[in-house]
Structure formats: C-alpha cells, structure tokens
Nanobody
Framework: VQLQASGGGLVQPGSSLRLTCAAS????????VAWFRQAPGKEREFVAG????????IYAVSVRDRFFFARYSAKNTAYLQMNFLEPEDTAVYFC???????????????????WGQGTLVTVSS
C-alpha cells in the first residue's frame, strides 16, 4: 500500500493550491483519510479529513472556510483545496489513511496506518 502526495509548491499569500493524495494497493472507501501538516520546528497537526468516502469533512479551526477536503473512490484519490493561503500555512503536508474504521479520532495520528511522503507548501512573498 502506498500513498503519494503531490501538488505542493511556493506561492504568494492569498494564492491557492490543490494537493492530491493518490492511493495504490487497496481502497479506503469505508475508512478514515486525512491530511496533516508539519511546520518547521512544530509538531505534526491535523488539517482535514473524513471517516468514509462520502462523509462530512472535518477541519482544523485554523483552516476552516479556506481549505476544502474531498475524495473520490473511483480514482482512489483524496484532495485538499487550499485557498487564501497564509504564511502560517507553510508546512510539509502529509496524507494518511486508516486500515479500519473503528471510531478513532480523525485528528489523532494513531488512527492512521498509512502515510504519504509529504509535499512541501511554502507561502511567502
């Protein structure tokens, strides 16, 4: 099983980016999938995710109304649309997927069994 994250880059404040997480080896339709991020010198934190493929996304307060999470089972892919990016959004972004759906909290790293390699997002003028 592999998760491949892509779409990061260097952008100016106020710009948009879309991150993509492509899964291979199995599907995660009924299991939690999420994005986390780790800023320089900080711990990794939850950004957005949902419990099942058609479930309502949950967002960290810091990104609510600016970031949008979606995933499409047909492509075994998850996305993070990031709008109105701020310098504070600078981080390595990781996608994660769980092997089972047993009610674990979306925001906890221990819920997830598979992690992508990360993609760097830098927001700077």
């Amino acid at each position: 099983v592999q998760l491949q994250a892509s779409g990061g880059g260097l952008v100016q404040p106020g710009s948009s980016l879309r991150l993509t997480c492509a899964a291979s080896g199995r599907t995660f339709m009924g299991n939690p999938v999420a994005w986390f991020r780790q800023a320089p010198g900080k711990e990794r934190e939850f950004v957005a995710g949902n419990y099942v493929d058609s479930g309502t996304p949950i967002y960290a307060v810091s990104v609510r109304d600016r970031f949008f999470f979606a995933r499409y089972s047909a492509k075994n892919t998850a996305y993070l649309q990031m709008n109105f990016l701020e310098p504070e959004d600078t981080a390595v972004y990781f996608c994660a997927a769980a092997d089972k759906n047993d009610g674990g909290s979306l925001s906890l790293e221990r819920t997830y069994d598979y992690w992508g390699q990360g993609t760097l997002v830098t927001v700077s003028s």
